[in-house]
């Protein structure tokens, strides 16, 4: 999987319905609200333990970054396509 790919395996995004069913807050609802509302289920389920939820919580801090160096590469090309961008 590349960068900008998507992995055939990985899960379908959720919906707008399904967000709101998991009273999301619009804040978190992104391109990884498909893991963060399973994540969300079992830390009710098991009261917060930390230890409990490790598999899901892994699962969408990974894709967490993963959409922040998306996020961090599509700024850079843009900065870099601008006429008259400066370098730091």
Request: with cysteine; hydrophobic share 25%.
């Amino acid at each position: 999987m590349g960068l900008f790919g998507s992995s055939s395996d990985a899960p379908p995004k959720a919906t707008r319905e399904e967000m709101r069913d998991a009273k999301l807050p619009l804040a978190y609802r992104d391109s990884c609200a498909n893991l963060l509302i399973p994540l969300n289920r079992c830390r009710s389920e098991t009261y917060y333990l930390p230890w409990k939820c490790e598999d899901e919580r892994h699962s969408y801090e990974k894709c967490q970054y993963e959409e922040f160096k998306r996020r961090v590469a599509k700024m850079n090309e843009l900065k870099e396509s601008r006429p008259g961008a400066r370098t730091n």
